[in-house]
């Protein structure tokens, strides 16, 4: 967090959400309206999140700059970016000193490029299976990291006491019951188990993860009945004394 706040105060590092709203004119460039002092109504182009940062690392390739897409599984990526999709690969962006990049022409008349300077993060939680939305024409131009929940991360950060023993209990419940002997993305993120004491540790259980994992069983993603599943959430309220 401190380098992500490093980067937010030089203006290094933007964060967007995608979702099923999202276009090309808001996070590119699109028209806008204006109203002039005498009540005219004029339309300029506006450019958007993308194109700002990449103006401003184009303007400074000394230093990096990062564009973290949240959730970019829930937008029509494709469309988001359009033609543009073709400059996110490394061997067609501008370095500062090379003519082998690729560029684009946009409405605006303006032409754009995309800086190697700039690193574009998107994340997304591969539970809800919404992967396949991404096409592989945007998909090859990313690598893929999968970022798994981490016993250890609880075991360092949380200060609830009975963090790890609640941890390792739902890990067990969701092996033990998965639907899916291949599909791994169920267990619940460390985030959930990273608690200041333990009074908060016991609210997330009762709002959080417990809700969660009944999503889980009623859309057939664990196998479980509902008594069933009612008795371990019994167990685990023992445990962190709910």
């Not at 022409?105 to 939305?133: A, C, H, Q, W």
């Not at 997330?204 to 999503?215: G, H, M, S």
């Amino acid at each position: 967090m401190s380098e992500y706040q490093k980067y937010k105060a030089e203006n290094r590092i933007s964060f967007v959400t995608f979702h099923q709203a999202l276009e090309y004119d808001v996070f590119v460039e699109g028209m806008k309206a204006e109203v002039t002092q005498n009540g005219d109504v004029i339309y300029k182009y506006s450019s958007g999140i993308f194109k700002d940062i990449c103006t401003r690392a184009e303007n400074d390739l000394s230093h990096n700059y990062i564009l973290i897409i949240d959730e970019i599984n829930r937008g029509n990526v494709s469309k988001i970016f359009g033609e543009l999709i073709t400059l996110l690969e490394a061997d067609k962006r501008w370095t500062g000193n090379n003519d082998d990049y690729e560029s684009v022409v946009l409405s605006s008349k303006e032409m754009f490029r995309v800086p190697d300077n700039l690193y574009i993060i998107g994340t997304m939680n591969t539970t809800d299976r919404s992967v396949g939305t991404i096409d592989y024409a945007v998909r090859r131009r990313f690598a893929f990291v999968t970022l798994e929940p981490d016993l250890n991360v609880v075991k360092e950060y949380s200060k609830a006491i009975k963090a790890v023993d609640l941890f390792c209990e739902v890990s067990k419940y969701i092996g033990e019951y998965k639907a899916d002997d291949d599909f791994d993305d169920l267990m619940v993120g460390h985030s959930y188990f990273i608690a200041k004491d333990d009074n908060e540790l016991k609210l997330k259980l009762e709002y959080e993860i417990i809700p969660l994992l009944e999503d889980y069983r009623k859309d057939g993603l664990l196998n479980i009945s509902k008594d069933e599943a009612d008795s371990k959430y019994i167990v685990w309220k023992n445990i962190v004394n709910v």
